[in-house]
């Protein structure tokens, strides 16, 4: 059965700085993983999608990077700002299309 | 391009009752999953429809049923609700019926009373 952890469960960064989210998994059959944001009470934003065979993707000031052997991937924010603030979730899919999510690690970025 | 809708945005029920969440996927995507997510958790998935049929199924009773109808579009029911059933149910989209980019509409909130 996939796990999936987020840590931290939260973080609070002054608004400038770079900052690592950490995901890890527990079976590395996995077909892609899926980076997201939710604000309170909305629904999932899509950020960065890794399939199983890349080590990395880009966009903005987002950077993920995938290391499957590890059971790992982390989200680098650059220049964090107060638009920032919000619960980042990591998600593996298997190739059937069943995603496992981790429970999210809450970002604040202060002013 | 409308992205994944979502309907109801809220509803509140008592225990006993019947829901019916509707879900229309991004234009060209056939593929809907349907998860709840419970307050400070991740969403937790529940099943997935491709072709009209039931592809793959979480760890959910059978009370938690769903369709799909031949425009994609999707229905998740869920019958004697308890209160535990209350959360946000999420509807993702994507392509093929296998793991693809997953698109999330904005959610039904559910509260059962």
């Known amino acids: 059965k996939q796990e999936v952890t987020q840590i931290p469960a939260a973080l609070s960064v002054p608004e400038g700085e770079n900052l690592v989210l950490n995901c890890s998994f527990t079976d590395s059959a996995i077909y892609n993983l899926q980076w997201f944001r939710q604000d309170p009470g909305k629904g999932l934003t899509s950020l960065l999608l890794?399939?199983?065979?890349?080590r990395e993707q880009t966009s903005g000031r987002l950077n993920a990077s995938l290391d499957k052997s590890s059971g790992r991937s982390t989200l680098y924010i650059a220049a964090s700002q107060p638009g920032d603030s919000a619960t980042y979730l990591c998600?593996?899919?298997?190739?059937?299309?069943?995603?496992?999510f981790g429970d999210g690690t809450t970002l604040t970025v202060k002013p | 391009d409308a992205g994944v809708t979502q309907s109801p945005t809220h509803l509140i029920k008592t225990r006993g009752q019947q829901v019916t969440l509707r879900c229309s996927p991004k234009?060209?995507?056939?593929?809907v999953s349907w998860y709840q997510q419970a307050l400070g958790q991740g969403p937790q998935f529940i099943f997935q429809?491709?072709?009209?049929?039931?592809?793959q199924r979480g760890n959910f009773p059978d009370r938690f049923s769903g369709h799909q109808f031949p425009n994609y579009s999707s229905e998740l029911n869920v019958n004697a609700l308890l209160l535990g059933d209350s959360a946000l149910y999420l509807c993702?989209?994507?392509?093929?019926?296998?793991?693809?980019?997953?698109?999330f509409g904005e959610g039904s909130r559910l509260t059962v009373l």
């Open positions: 998600a593996v899919a298997t190739n059937a299309g069943k995603s496992t």
């Open positions: 234009s060209g995507h056939d593929t």
């Open positions: 993702a989209s994507s392509s093929g019926g296998h793991g693809g980019e997953l698109f």
């Open positions: 429809y491709y072709e009209e049929e039931e592809r």
């Open positions: 890794i399939q199983s065979s890349q």
